[in-house]
Structure formats: C-alpha cells, structure tokens
C-alpha cells in the first residue's frame, strides 16, 4: 500500500526539529532488526503485527 510507506525525509518532516539524525538512524537500525520496519526502495514500511490471533495461525502454519 502506498499510504504505508514513507521516506525517511518525510519523517523527519514529522517529527519535531529535536530530533537528532543520528539519533533517528539508531533507531531505525533497531526498529529493523526487530523486524518492525522493512525498508524498501520506496521507503520505510511498518510490518510489525501483535495481533496475537495472527501469531498463533503464523506458528502453526507451514513455512512455503
């Protein structure tokens, strides 16, 4: 979807000016080595689900 995606320019458009960059790439780092981010050539994209629901039928499902 491409209203889930943004570019890590307009992020720090939303964010507040105290945010510092290098700060905002650690986190990133982290966000996607935590497998919450997925960055792309489009940009960033959220893909971190707790719906537990969904946890359950991904550990009992079969890997393709």
């Known amino acids: ?17 105290k945010v ?3 700060k905002l790439k650690i986190i ?3 966000l996607e080595e935590s497998n919450k981010i ?6 960033i994209t959220w893909i971190f689900n ?5 946890r359950k039928a991904i550990s009992k499902g ?3």
């Open 1 to 17: 979807m491409d209203e889930s995606v943004i570019t890590v320019a307009e992020l720090k458009k939303r964010l507040p000016r």
């Open 50 to 54: 707790s719906n537990p629901n969904l």
């Open 62 to 64: 079969l890997e393709l």
């Open 20 to 22: 510092n960059h290098n």
């Open 38 to 43: 997925l960055f792309t050539v489009d940009g």
């Open 28 to 30: 990133l780092r982290y």
